[in-house]
């Protein structure tokens, strides 16, 4: 009797270990259990950018540090070519992109878009002096200029859809050298994000000049579909709190000194350039 009674009490055991086993790999896969947000960004200063120790920076990444600040949280921030970001980002949950542009395309895929981080006005450059005078984007069409824009991003897209002969490139650096080299006509970009890449490559500002203005609008940080709802909440409300706190009129201050341009935060806009060399349509 005591052998059986030993035997039994060794299956017991074993089948409250495998119970025990089994609630937790339910657990580890629970939505109540959630991974932290990956932080995936760009380069596209000074939004986003590597400074020269190869730390990220920027305005955009200023906002991240804050709410981790807020959070407690010590997760690294991935910076990698836009192409190879947004393709995580389409295909993971849990993916934080940053910045982008909010489009109807993206709302469709189940993006959800925390919050503006930087307001852009978006045009061509071209090297000073070019003679080149662009009033639509049909007008660049038709007098054949080629262009050169970041690999994977919707201004590319717009300018291949317009059917611009476009070049494309890793990064924004990349796009500004090509440009003064004579290899294309016009760079897709914005005053304020050419300012710091022209200075970053060492070149003069007074290089290039606005040829066209397409637009204003604002880059997001963006939150890949299928994302947990209490963790991208969580994000969220922080925000808000960091936003309302007027920590960010502080942040622009401190990059106006380091970047040498004006910037203002305006919570409906993210920071923007309070004089762009693109708005002169006021």
């Known amino acids: 009797m005591a052998r059986v009674a030993k035997k039994s009490l060794s299956a017991s055991t074993f089948i409250l270990a495998l119970f025990g086993v089994w609630i937790a790999v339910l657990l580890m896969g629970s939505p109540a259990i959630s991974q932290e947000l990956r932080l995936v960004t760009s380069p596209w200063p000074p939004s986003n950018y590597l400074d020269d120790e190869g730390q990220p920076t920027g305005l955009s990444v200023a906002i991240i540090d804050a709410i981790k600040d807020k959070l407690g949280l010590s ?115 914005s005053q304020l994000q050419a300012s710091v890449v022209l200075e970053n490559i060492d070149a003069e500002q007074s290089s290039v000049e606005p040829v066209f203005i397409h637009r204003r609008s604002p880059s997001y940080l963006m939150v890949s579909n299928g994302t947990d709802p209490q963790l991208l909440k969580k994000w969220q409300d922080a925000f808000d709190e960091l936003k309302n706190s007027g920590a960010l009129h502080t942040v622009a201050e401190e990059w106006s000194e380091q970047l040498g341009i004006p910037l203002i935060y305006d919570p409906e806009e993210g920071f923007s350039a309070k004089n762009d060399g693109f708005n002169t349509t006021g």
């Not at 991935?78 to 709302?107: C, D, H």
């Not at 262009?147 to 897209?157: D, M």
């Not at 002969?165 to 080299?181: F, G, S």
Request: aromatic share 6%; with cysteine.
């Open 75 to 189: 997760t690294p921030i991935e910076v990698i070519p836009w192409a190879r970001g947004y393709k995580i980002a389409q295909s993971e949950p849990n993916i934080l992109l940053f910045t982008a542009a909010r489009t109807p395309e993206r709302e469709e895929m189940g993006f959800t878009f925390i919050a503006p981080a930087v307001m852009w006005t978006h045009g061509l450059l071209a090297k000073k002096d070019s003679g080149i005078d662009i009033q639509s984007l049909e007008g660049a069409r038709l007098q054949g200029v080629t262009a050169v824009g970041v690999r994977g991003s919707w201004q590319v897209k717009l300018l291949q859809e317009s059917g611009i002969d476009t070049v494309e490139a890793d990064d924004q650096e990349t796009c500004a050298r090509m440009l003064l080299a004579g290899r294309v006509d016009v760079w897709i970009t």
